[in-house]
């Protein structure tokens, strides 16, 4: 019965993970009983339209869930994988970097480095916690403001959402149209399309920093690496659930993106720094700086990317290739 599974994942979906897959059975084997006892008395398998009265009886699949697990989080399994993936984009790959790029200069002009050193990682904490803070405010608030159907007398079992692929194959669209749209960006920024003054800074007007040569190097395969993510998670936003050939797709860019990290760390240098009014000692230690912020950004971004593989797109080829050799 579709609208039965309908209904049992939509309460699925608002139960703590580890149990779901009890919770959900339980439930099942409750309902079937009532529909076995109603198809006996009607002597014939329900339509859809005499399915739906014991739905509405079971109550809303937020009423049920509740039911079955007292209380509310504050923030819920339904927003719960959002949340995490939001948070690790701001706290890692975004105020991370930015925080590293930012305290090179900040060392090269103090009269104590390390005091500018603490004041900086204490300036990115502060920055952390604030934007942990404010993340975590507004998925509270999104959790309590999702729609109330205890309170609400209209809702239809027919409003559910389909049956999706089961959730270790399910993608979120929200992750996936973020991912389309920051990638985008860094598409159009590295095509020249769009300005923003990353590799060619201008401190102030005697102070010029400009990309090394590595850059150009590269220039073609970071475009290609640019164009292949956010096409990749424009057809996940399209069709939301795994498959065998976009986990692959999916490994490859990740291994090129170590591949690629690894190559500009080779490097050693991705800054270069003109600075006529500054002495030339002065000079190579803000370019040093500078350079060493990048290099912790770099080491950072290829852990991460690792992580991923083995945690993630490893075991998710693996179960795929298992699951749906030919898919």
Not at 288 to 298: E, P, Q, V
Not at 306 to 317: F, S
Request: aromatic share 10%; proline share 9%.
């Amino acid at each position: 019965m579709d609208l039965l599974d309908r209904y049992l994942q939509a309460v699925r979906l608002r139960l703590p993970p580890k149990q779901q897959e009890d919770i959900t059975r339980e439930l099942a084997e409750d309902i079937r009983s009532e529909i076995e006892e109603r198809e006996a008395q009607l002597g014939h398998p329900l339509t859809d339209a005499e399915l739906e009265p014991i739905l509405l009886r079971w109550g809303s699949p937020q009423a049920v869930a509740l039911r079955y697990v007292p209380g509310r989080p504050l923030i819920g399994p339904l927003l719960l994988p959002l949340y995490w993936r939001i948070l690790q984009v701001v706290l890692l790959w975004v105020l991370a970097p930015l925080a590293l790029l930012a305290a090179g200069p900040a060392v090269v002009a103090a009269t104590h480095p390390w005091t500018a050193v603490l004041a900086a990682l204490g300036q990115y904490w502060q920055t952390a916690i604030s934007g942990f803070a404010m993340i975590t405010i507004v998925f509270a608030i999104l959790e309590r403001i999702q729609p109330d159907f205890p309170a609400r007398k209209t809702w239809s079992p027919r409003d559910l959402p389909a049956v999706r692929p089961p959730k270790r194959d399910e993608l979120s669209r929200t992750g996936s149209a973020f991912e389309v749209v920051f990638g985008g960006w860094f598409l159009l920024w590295w095509a020249g399309l769009l300005h923003w003054p990353i590799l060619g800074i201008t401190l102030d007007s005697s102070v010029q920093v400009a990309p090394a040569p590595v850059w150009q190097t590269l220039y073609w395969p970071i475009l290609a690496l640019a164009v292949s993510m956010p096409a990749l998670s424009a057809i996940n936003l399209i069709c939301p659930w795994w498959t065998l050939w976009r986990a692959v797709v999916r490994l490859v860019n990740q291994v090129v993106t170590v591949i690629l990290a690894a190559w500009l760390l080779h490097a050693g240098t991705w800054f270069t720094v003109a600075a006529p009014t500054l002495s030339p000692g002065r000079t190579a230690d803000l370019e040093r700086s500078l350079n060493l912020g990048l290099l912790i950004a770099f080491l950072w971004m290829v852990a991460i990317t690792a992580i991923a593989i083995v945690r993630h797109d490893l075991p998710r080829l693996r179960r795929l290739a298992r699951v749906h050799p030919a898919a």
